[in-house]
């Protein structure tokens, strides 16, 4: 399925297509995007066959640190996991996202319209966890829109969260010093793995890594008129992120090939309690400062 207009085309994947793993929200699963024919963005979260858990251009999870449900039930039993499905409980472990935990698939209704691609899904666990969600893609010039309205159509309260793991490569280069990560308001960042460079209100990756780096992210919230904003100095083209809802906390993930940075929103739902929020990228060349 695509989305196109005078500067963006949009790949998205059709629902357990692509992707059908446990992890990520199978709606609006957006593989590719092509700004004015010359710049794309999206790559895979691993190279190499086999490894990671799937992710690809921007895709995004519910409940990544608050499962719904997870610790309530038994080894066997099932919980919801948003945009997915019912997953199988079959450890007695914590929950842990790269576990590949079965998965009943729930249904989900995709539509397409002229200017936009809309996802309904509806499901429910055995233990009274359920739920709504609708999901709009639309594209307004350079900026990509995704609209969630999330409904608690069960009988206990919800209690989760939810990020965009953006999986950006811009044409397909390394991450490198050539990418600049712009977060204004940024105060700190924890290096949890890597070689991560902060200066003023900019990060930047002095060398290429072997492997994951990892940083959370202490910043001042909505203190610009972008969350982040992601350039490559080389190709003269970049990405900023101007969603619309309050974040809860941002955190940044790389590997050789990507970088991701991401903001969470929480969820708090009672039964019959609905929430809307979007999320919205804008996507550049350097001409357009």
Sequence with gaps: ?????????????TPGSFYNGPRFDWTGFISQITLDDAVRYCVPERLEEGKGTGGHGLCNEFGLDKPIGYDEIEVGELFPKIGTGLLKKDQNEAYDIFHPYPVTPAKINAEEKEDALIFDV???SP??????LNKAITLEDNRLIISYKLTNTGTKPISTNEYSHNFIGINDRELSEGYQLTIPGLKNIDVVVGSILKTGDRITFPVTPDDDV?????????????NWDVYHTEVGAGVRERSVFEPAKMALWGHTHVVCPEVFIDIELAVNETKSWQRVYEFYQKTEG
Excluded: C, F, P
């Design 1 to 13: 399925m695509y989305l196109e207009n005078e500067r963006l085309k949009v790949e998205i994947q």
């Design 127 to 132: 233990d009274g966890y359920g739920y709504h």
């Design 122 to 124: 509806s499901d429910a």
């Design 214 to 226: 990892y940083a959370g992210i202490e910043w001042s919230a909505h203190t610009g008129s972008y």
